[in-house]
């Protein structure tokens, strides 16, 4: 903004009487960037709004519409202490008898004590038998790798060559001993660590490490379910479907069956991100006005304190989708859905079927009149009085409750991606709000606003050049003045 310095001659506040002048084309100016400011915050709300929408959309209806992703099995292990089980989808519903006879170990080496002046940071070639260029091979998993003793390795430094081998290792400096083991367990990852010809022997013998140390085989895990044996060089098995851990010796039974909690926490779960969606939709809707509340500019803020402008634009920003119709064709929709219930070999079948209803009107907290609650729900203290019908439905006839949420899961994701489709060129697919069209009018905004402020400044320079030539003729008048009184002697 050029610096101008007027009214000297006149003695008239200039810039006071321009900016009254330029007043009405200014507030034009300001109402098109609140407008654009009102656009983006709106903008802001509903993309929040719309990744929560999307989630129940794409992830959690995605999961519940097929009834295979119900048939949660599980099963229970008599002795927990002998065994811990991972039930597969496919696995068979029975009792069976298991007997851990092995667990899987990794092989061990503890060394033989060490002369007592051994230290992490001392060199190998100190040693006695232990010269430069002595080689030990390690093998482990198959796989063999060489370490060659140079001048400056160190206890240490030898350590770490054999992590490097393959091996776990380290040297207990207080007792002046090498420990050593396989990473993994099971017979194929066993290991062996041998001196490459007579230096590397005598000089596995002064490190502890050769005929004199003390060394367990890996073991691979046995285990015998329903009369056969299974092996495995970890204490993880697979067996039809069954992932057993093995984790103490002995004998127990394994009994697979429906996982019924697991197919009522599905069905909870969903619920409690339905309400939780539909109640914020609710508020957001039915938010008190903000009538007579615009953003603010730049020289209104000037004027108000920082608490003062968040109190205001948190009000703007509370009821910035109040009464939005694109918001309640959506919510609507979702509540419609559920209202109509589903299908079930042929049988209409509603949630109040399944002990699921709202509480009603006057008995509803706020915003939660669509919210939904599941009768004996022990988490849910307007309920959990009643009596679980969802979890008896679930005992008893486990097929038909899937059935049901299954069906009802597809109509409300087939409603969603109907109401993400939207009009073409208008909305993103995935969007539930008009994107697409936010974006052109917020650009649309940044151009006119653009426009305005090249105006208004053209307004005020005009005017400024106006009153300019106006003080120029005015110091010549002074000017001439001065001199006719000059010569007349005055």
Do not use: C
Not at 52 to 80: G, P
Not at 130 to 140: F, H, L, P, R, S
Not at 187 to 211: C, H, M, Q, R
């Amino acid at each position: 903004m050029p610096i101008r310095i007027t009214g000297m001659n006149s003695g008239l506040d200039t810039e006071a009487i321009i900016a009254e002048m330029v007043k009405a084309q200014k507030t034009k100016t300001e109402k098109t960037q609140k407008q654009q400011t009102s656009l983006e915050w709106k903008q802001e709300a509903w993309k929040e709004l719309n990744s929560k929408i999307y989630k129940l959309f794409n992830t959690t209806l995605n999961n519940m519409r097929f009834q295979a992703d119900y048939s949660k099995k599980t099963t229970d292990v008599a002795d927990s202490s002998i065994a811990s089980v991972i039930t597969g989808s496919n696995t068979i519903h029975a009792s069976q008898n298991l007997e851990v006879t092995q667990l899987a170990t990794t092989a061990y080496l503890t060394g033989s004590k060490v002369d007592d002046s051994v230290k992490k940071d001392t060199k190998l070639t100190s040693l006695t038998d232990i010269a430069a260029g002595t080689k030990i091979k390690v093998t482990t998993g198959g796989e063999t790798k060489e370490i060659e003793i140079t001048d400056s390795m160190t206890v240490e430094g030898f350590v770490g060559k054999l992590k490097e081998a393959g091996l776990e290792a380290s040297f207990d400096e207080k007792n002046g001993r090498f420990h050593i083991s396989s990473k993994k367990t099971g017979v194929k990852n066993d290991f062996t660590i041998e001196g490459d010809g007579l230096n590397g022997t005598k000089a596995l013998e002064t490190l502890g490490l050769g005929s004199t140390a003390t060394k367990e085989a890996a073991k691979n895990a046995k285990i015998t379910l329903n009369g056969i044996e299974y092996e495995s060089d970890s204490n993880s098995i697979e067996v039809n479907g069954l992932t057993i851990t093995a984790k103490n010796v002995g004998k127990t039974t394994l009994t697979t069956r429906q996982d019924t909690d697991g197919i009522y926490n599905i069905i909870k779960n969903f619920f409690k991100e339905y309400n939780g969606l539909i109640s914020e939709m609710d508020k957001l809707y039915d938010a008190p006005s903000a009538k007579g509340y615009d953003p603010l500019t730049e020289d209104e803020k000037k004027e108000m304190s920082e608490s003062a402008i968040d109190k205001w634009e948190t009000k703007i920003k509370d009821s910035i989708l109040r009464r939005d119709s694109n918001l309640s064709t959506i919510s609507s929709a979702m509540k419609n859905v559920l209202l109509q219930g589903a299908t079930v070999n042929g049988k209409q079948m509603y949630l109040n079927d399944f002990g699921i209803e709202t509480l009603g009107y006057f008995t509803s907290g706020e915003n939660e009149k669509n919210v939904y609650h599941i009768n004996g729900d022990e988490d849910d203290s307007a309920v959990s009085n009643k009596e679980n019908t969802l979890k008896a439905a679930i005992a008893s006839d486990p097929d038909t409750v899937i059935a049901f949420f299954a069906n009802l899961s597809q109509n409300l994701y087939t409603e969603l991606d109907k109401q993400s489709r939207g009009v073409e060129g208008v909305r993103s697919y995935g969007s539930f709000y008009d994107d697409k069209k936010m974006k052109e009018d917020y650009d649309n905004y940044t151009t006119k606003i653009k426009e305005q402020e090249k105006k208004l400044a053209a307004m005020e320079d005009r005017w400024y050049k106006k009153f300019a030539a106006m003080e120029t003729a005015l110091a010549k008048m002074q000017s001439n003045q001065s001199a006719v009184t000059s010569l007349l002697g005055g």
